[in-house]
Structures are given as C-alpha cells and as structure tokens.
C-alpha cells in the first residue's frame, strides 16, 4: 500500500493519468483520515496544473477545521481560474473562518457573482452558514453594493427578522438583492420555511436552485 508521500508525489506527476490520479487522491483521503499530516497536501495546492490544484482543493475541504493549516494557500485559491478549485476552497473556508480572515470572507462572499453557478450556488451557501461577526468582519474589506447587503444580512437576528422585506427583496429586480435574501430566507429557514418556499418559485435559476436544495436538504 502506497504511504501518503507517495501519493502525493503520484498525484503529481505530469505522468499520472486522470484516472490514476482520481484513484491516488481516493487513497490519499483515507490516508489523511489515519493522520497523514493535512499540511503535506501543500504542494498540491501550489502546483500549475489545474487537476492537480482540484484533487488538493478538494482533500483539504474534505478534512474540515483540520484544513485551517493551509489558510494562506486555500485563500488565494478562491480567485483560481478553475471553478471547481474556487468551489472547494469555499467550502473549505466556510469550516474555520474567523473574524481574522475578514478579507478572505470578503473575497468568498463577492463570487455570489461569479461566473460558474456552482461557485455562485457555493458562495450562498456560505453566506447562509456564515456567523454575524464574520460576516461583519467580511464587510469591513468589501464596497459599495456588497458591503451594504452583507451588513444587512448581518444585521438579521436568527430569533428577529422582517419577514416582509425579506419577501420583498426575494422578488426584488436586482439579482444581488435577491442572491442575499435568500441566502437570509436560508438563515430563517428553521423558524420560517415559507421564506424558501418562496424563493423556490422564483424565476431567477440561482435562486430557484438554491432555495430548492436547502429545502431538500
């Protein structure tokens, strides 16, 4: 059985074939669960080849808080040019930010407008899950339109929230309003599905498709 430096190494060899190496990253993450250090995923991350740089994104997000060690690395991959690289690297963001990495958030909450859906679909998902002083600590690094609907959505209380306005904005004619309110809709879900439920008839497929799979969920 190959060590977890050795698939490593497999991974990234220029000779590895996209199978091969679909299977080497497999093995790699049962490696990781038996305590193969997370931090030695680093030359993945750093690596020119996108393929490459997607099996590292996606072992480090599958190893939740413990991903932390590669902050510096994971942060600069939320403006990769492959979606999937972005798509992962929030997901491993969501798990250990803190107010210290505002400026990470920041960077994670503005590909609500991203060209990939998927990454767009991801970056609501984050905003939902995301806790008040984050998000405040996200705004402080962000301008204009977005830094005036992230400090609205921080300002939602889980246990106090305008039910109305949140309905409003969901129909509203500017898709980032609508991408932030259901993304409060999704927050509120516990207390209010109706909110989602709402969204799901949407005629914005962003929101359509975000509403249906928390509701799903």
Not at 137 to 161: C, I, N, P, Y
């Amino acid at each position: 059985m190959a060590t977890g430096d050795e698939l490593v190494r497999r991974i990234l060899d220029d000779e590895t074939s996209s199978r091969a190496r679909s299977r080497a990253t497999s093995y790699l993450l049962r490696e990781l669960g038996r305590g193969y250090p997370v931090e030695r995923l680093a030359p993945l991350l750093m690596s020119d080849d996108p393929e490459v740089v997607q099996s590292g994104a996606w072992l480090v997000s599958e190893m939740g808080g413990k991903g932390v060690v590669l902050r510096g690395l994971i942060t600069r991959l939320l403006d990769h040019a492959a979606d999937r690289v972005r798509f992962h690297a929030l997901d491993s963001l969501l798990c250990w930010a803190t107010p210290a990495d505002g400026v990470a958030i920041a960077t994670a909450i503005s590909k609500v407008i991203d060209t990939s859906s998927a990454v767009r679909w991801k970056a609501l998902r984050f905003l939902a899950a995301l806790g008040r002083s984050e998000l405040e600590a996200g705004a402080a690094s962000l301008q204009g339109r977005l830094k005036e609907l992230t400090l609205w959505l921080a300002g939602h209380e889980m246990d106090a929230f305008d039910r109305s306005e949140i309905l409003t904005r969901l129909d509203a004619s500017e898709p980032l309003v609508r991408s932030f309110a259901v993304a409060a809709a999704a927050r509120m879900s516990w207390q209010d599905p109706s909110l989602l439920a709402h969204a799901k008839q949407s005629t914005d497929d962003d929101i359509r498709e975000f509403a249906r799979t928390e509701l799903e969920g």
